[in-house]
Structures are given as structure tokens and as C-alpha cells.
T-cell receptor
Framework: AQSVTQPDIHITVSEGASLELRCNYS??????LFWYVQSPGQGLQLLLK??????LVQGIKGFEAEFKRSQSSFNLRKPSVHWSDAAEYFC????????????FGKGTTLSVSS | GAVVSQHPSRVICKSGTSVKIECRSL??????MFWYRQFPKQSLMLMAT?????????EQGVEKDKFLINHASLTLSTLTVTSAHPEDSSFYIC????????????FGQGTRLTVV
């Protein structure tokens, strides 16, 4: 069965520091990969997605993610974190198949210190 | 652009009553919609998948008689929580996909349901 692992439950970084949130997936083929951000009490905002092609994907708000097939990873990065980036981040996968739901990781809470 | 709109964003209801949550696709037709539930500080768990014009497919452990899903048109799916109890209090989020670009990954803004 497909699964998504986000090893870090909570991360704190200083404002202006770089950020990397880890995501590993378990799936036989190359899945479709997503990163979402959720602010408290809010819905999900899509940061970026990977379907195929260039393994380094650029997203909104200065985020990027790199798909590494050999490591089954899709880590999210940002070179300089802003206080407004504090939120919950979810990695999700979908099988390379139409009409299927996303499978989410448990999420990583990002706190930003000044 | 394509947007998934969910309404209401917050609702408080009394135990034993029913609540309907709407999920609409704007600027695209959603042949498939998904309903998720999120408990505090936890991830999203898929409740059911609905395809326009057919019965929803529920995930294991989800009571289909309690969580009624209707996907009567290509732009609207509804989730009705029947005979609500306090343990049904949660954050419910829908997602919609069209038939061509089936992995839009778009979500509604969610509905916070509180049953008192």
C-alpha cells in the first residue's frame, strides 16, 4: 500500500534561516507528489506538485522541492524562512492514476523564531 | 482560475441534528470529489470518494448512513452529517478533480463542525 512518511513532527527555525522538510513515500512506481501548507483553522494551499520531468520543482512563496527516485523522497526547501511561513506542512502522494485520492503524511509543524 | 469552494466554513449544531456541507468546483467540472476529515493536530483522512451520478465509495470504518454524500452534478457534491454527535466535531475538507487534468490537487477551504 502507498504511504507517506514525514519524519519530523515539529521543526523550529530562525527567521532568515534555510528550511528543509523531509518527505518519503512508499509506492511501486513514480507517484504524483504534492506539498501543501495549512494555517490554523484554514484549508490546504498547494505549494507545488511533481508529475514528471525536471526533478526540481519550483512552487509558490519561494518554496522548492526535489524528487529523488533513488531515495523515494520529495523534500521541501526554502532558502530563507519568513515568520509568516509558520504553519503545518503536508506531503501527499497520488498513484499515477486518474480518479484516486491523495494520501497524506502526518504533517510537520513549522515554527519560526525571531 | 479553477477553485474549489466549500461552504459553510464554520457551523455549530446541536446533537441529533443534521448538517449539510457543500463543495463546489468553480471554472471546472469535477467528475470526482473526495471528502476528508481532519482531527486536531492530525493529518487528513480520506472518508469517501464520490463520482458524479453514482454512489460514493466509503473508506473502511466510515459510516455511510451517518455521512451521506451526494454528487448530483459536475460542480457540486454535498456531505450531510446526520444525527450529529459531539464526536463528529471535526474539520471536513473536500477536494475535486476534473476528468482531463485529474490531479489538480485543489482543496476547499474546509468546514469546522462543532456539535454541542
Amino acid at each position: 500500500a502507498q504511504s507517506v512518511t514525514q519524519p519530523d513532527i515539529h521543526i523550529t527555525v530562525s527567521e532568515g534561516a534555510s528550511l528543509e522538510l523531509r518527505c518519503n513515500y512508499s509506492y511501486g512506481a513514480t507517484p504524483y507528489l504534492f506539498w501543501y501548507v495549512q494555517s490554523p483553522g484554514q484549508g490546504l494551499q498547494l505549494l507545488l506538485k511533481y508529475f514528471s520531468g525536471d526533478t526540481l520543482v519550483q512552487g509558490i512563496k519561494g518554496f522548492e522541492a526535489e524528487f529523488k527516485r533513488s531515495q523515494s523522497s520529495f523534500n521541501l526547501r526554502k532558502p530563507s524562512v519568513h515568520w509568516s511561513d509558520a504553519a503545518e506542512y503536508f506531503c501527499a502522494v497520488a498513484p499515477n492514476q486518474a480518479g484516486t485520492a491523495l494520501i497524506f503524511g502526518k504533517g510537520t509543524t513549522l515554527s519560526v523564531s525571531s | 482560475g479553477a477553485v474549489v469552494s466549500q461552504h459553510p466554513s464554520r457551523v455549530i449544531c446541536k446533537s441529533g441534528t443534521s448538517v449539510k456541507i457543500e463543495c463546489r468546483s468553480l471554472d471546472f467540472q469535477a467528475t470526482t470529489m473526495f471528502w476528508y476529515r481532519q482531527f486536531p493536530k492530525q493529518s487528513l483522512m480520506l472518508m469517501a470518494t464520490s463520482n458524479e451520478g453514482s454512489k460514493a465509495t466509503y473508506e473502511q470504518g466510515v459510516e455511510k448512513d451517518k455521512f451521506l454524500i451526494n454528487h448530483a452534478s459536475l460542480t457540486l457534491s454535498t456531505l450531510t452529517v446526520t444525527s450529529a454527535h459531539p464526536e463528529d466535531s471535526s474539520f471536513y475538507i473536500c477536494s475535486a478533480r476534473d476528468g482531463i487534468n485529474s490531479l489538480t490537487g485543489l482543496f476547499g477551504q474546509g468546514t469546522r463542525l462543532t456539535v454541542v
